[in-house]
């Protein structure tokens, strides 16, 4: 990947050497939300994406997002089966797990702040099902705490638990309802954050 210099501003230059690849690659890096606009070209060594970035975005912000959309399928195979696995221990709570597929579908560099917001309402709509109340994400440390014991789980996992919930809760009104700035490096965590605790309100 290149970034270049040219009349029209700069832009960063992908190839693309594998055409089975291509056409799914080149999808997902047209549809990048920092991405203003992108061009293919082709010829016979390669494809080529000429991608313009959004000037509200700064470049190694855009470049992180460009080598997550153009790694190889292979990279996320612990992503694509933890994915699965929540998205069967959702099975049986509908609402929830249409709000974790949403989130999913936003993930990888569409929408970071729709893939956060998904999975926050995901997390909230699960909990209220769970714990049979109407709190807010901010209110359910309690009424969580109380369910956990009374389902037998140890001391220490209970404590985690909340401590994830509350670590979850405040890095999204901190970070994602207000001033919220693309992380991709703290996404994953935070998806793994809430995966956590649908694991443990699934046992």
Same mark, same amino acid.
């Given at each position: 990947? *290149?970034?270049?210099?040219?009349? !029209?501003?700069?832009?960063? &230059? ?14 997902? %890096?047209? /549809?990048?939300?920092?991405? #203003?606009?992108?061009?293919? @070209?082709?010829?016979? !060594? ?15 912000? /855009? *470049? ?7 790694? $190889? ?6 992503? #694509? ?10 099975? $049986? @709570? ?14 990888? =560099? ?5 893939? %956060?917001?998904? %999975? +926050? ?8 099902? @769970?714990?049979?109340?109407? *709190?807010?994400?901010? *209110? ?11 389902? =037998?789980?140890? #001391? ?12 979850? @809760? +405040?890095? &999204? ?9 693309? !992380? ?5 965590? /935070?998806?793994?954050?809430? $995966?956590? %605790? ?6």
């Amino acid at each position: 990947m *290149k970034l270049i210099s040219a009349d !029209e501003g700069q832009y960063f &230059q992908v190839k693309i050497y594998n055409s089975v690849d291509a056409v799914l690659k080149i999808a997902r %890096l047209s /549809v990048l939300k920092s991405i #203003r606009e992108a061009r293919i @070209t082709h010829n016979d !060594e390669c494809y080529a994406a000429i991608l313009y970035p959004d000037e509200s975005y700064d470049f190694p912000f /855009v *470049k992180n997002a460009i080598e997550v959309a153009m790694r $190889e399928d292979v990279t996320h195979n612990y992503s #694509r089966a933890r994915q699965s696995m929540i998205k069967g221990m959702l099975e $049986e @709570t509908p609402n929830p797990k249409k709000l974790y597929d949403d989130a999913i579908t936003y993930l990888y =560099g569409i929408d970071p702040r729709a893939a %956060l917001d998904n %999975l +926050r309402l995901c997390i909230e709509q699960l909990l209220k099902e @769970t714990l049979g109340n109407s *709190k807010p994400l901010e *209110k359910q440390k309690e009424d969580l705490g109380k369910y956990l014991k009374a389902k =037998g789980l140890s #001391r220490e996992i209970r404590t985690q638990a909340l401590n994830t919930l509350d670590s979850f @809760t +405040r890095y &999204q009104n901190n970070n994602v309802k207000h001033n919220f700035k693309d !992380e991709y490096a703290e996404m994953d965590f /935070v998806f793994s954050m809430g $995966e956590s %605790l649908i694991k443990v309100l699934k046992l």
